[in-house]
């Protein structure tokens, strides 16, 4: 106890039930988003069932729902991508399940390999990539639920690279001719 207080707490905090929040059924924070998918991520039994791969498109199941909220699984091949794109007015929780995807946006490139969580806010631009030469598996959670995902093909000059420049040739030699 503060000695420095004259605050005393008398028998047990716990017994004063109008002090204790009910726990919620749904959702309804960021943490608590994280902590779903998560949860969700952990419980292979919950979604490895549901997962099927697509060569001609990038394939996906709503796994859950709830008040304002929905949970997507995502499949892709190696190759298969997003394309530069927002989530409109949702909110979102990207967690990589199985595999390596790679994520661009104007800041840079960022690899997300097994058990990688993002999080993101409304009109966040990236584009989602499985550049490995396996396939890949992975959650996403939107609050509100998604609506709209409006594509921005314009501003993909000012995204990162899809691969990294060739490396420049030694001082001092010139590069062979093509």
């Given at each position: 106890m503060n000695s420095d207080s004259d605050l005393q707490i008398a028998g047990d905090i716990l017994e004063v039930q109008h002090l204790l929040q009910p726990a919620r059924e749904h959702p309804a924070t960021v943490a608590e988003f994280v902590g779903l998918a998560r949860s969700l991520a952990?419980?292979?039994a919950q979604w490895?069932?549901?997962v099927e791969y697509d060569a001609t498109t990038r394939w996906y199941?709503?796994?859950?729902t709830g008040p304002g909220y929905e949970v997507w699984l995502l499949s892709?091949?190696?190759g298969q991508g997003s394309g530069l794109h927002d989530h409109g007015p949702s909110s979102g929780v990207l967690t990589v399940l199985e595999?390596?995807?790679t994520e661009r946006t104007e800041r840079g490139v960022r690899k997300?390999?097994?058990g990688a969580t993002r999080v993101f806010a409304p009109g966040y631009i990236h584009e989602v990539v499985n550049d490995s030469l396996e396939p890949a598996v992975s959650l996403h959670v939107y609050y509100p639920g998604l609506t709209e995902m409006p594509m921005h093909e314009s501003l993909q000059a000012?995204?990162?690279p899809v691969a990294p420049p060739a490396p420049a040739a030694p001082v001092g030699l010139a590069p062979a001719a093509p």
């Open positions: 952990a419980d292979r490895a069932p549901h199941h709503r796994l859950r892709w091949v190696p595999g390596e995807l997300l390999g097994g000012q995204c990162a």
